[in-house]
């Protein structure tokens, strides 16, 4: 069956058109985190993912927040800032869309607004490769996981 995302006047419910019938549903309140998190770990096939998020409602404050927390030794810094009104991501070298897509879906499906996710991906040379597939979990499970202690 066909579907096709339709936004109504009001900015806090879409409407899902099927063939017939009609489906509305509303989209929850979003919120901010309170402050910086802790950093959170994930381990996957000798890559270990370190995650941190700190509320940003400005660019200006995400940006602030990445060049405090990346790590130069780092193989990537992948983050996202999901803002009011915009919102920005960087894959930094990973394949497009297996990183800063899945943390910034994160951030979307926790509810949470003006807040910048940063994951730090340190890999062993002979660590084996995790794939598309792979990554986009492994981002976004670190995110998740993250965004949980926030």
């Not at 810094?77 to 910034?104: H, K, L, M, V, Y």
Request: proline letters at 4%; a positive charge; hydrophobic letters at 40%.
């Amino acid at each position: 069956m066909r579907r096709a995302l339709l936004w109504t006047a009001s900015a806090t419910a879409f409407k899902t058109q099927r063939t017939p019938p009609m489906q509305t549903r509303t989209l929850r309140q979003a919120t901010t985190i309170a402050g910086e998190t802790a950093a959170v770990e994930y381990e996957v096939k000798k890559s270990r993912f370190v995650a941190r998020a700190a509320p940003a409602t400005t660019f200006e404050e995400a940006e602030a927040f990445i060049g405090r927390h990346a790590d130069d030794k780092a193989r990537h810094n992948c983050w996202a800032w999901f803002g009011a009104t915009s919102a920005r991501q960087s894959d930094d070298g990973e394949p497009t869309g297996t990183a800063a897509q899945p943390i910034r879906a994160a951030i979307e499906g926790a509810d949470f607004v003006d807040c910048a996710v940063l994951v730090t991906r340190y890999k062993a040379s002979t660590a084996p490769k995790l794939g598309a597939g792979g990554l986009i979990r492994a981002y976004g499970q670190a995110a998740r996981d993250c965004l949980k202690t926030a």
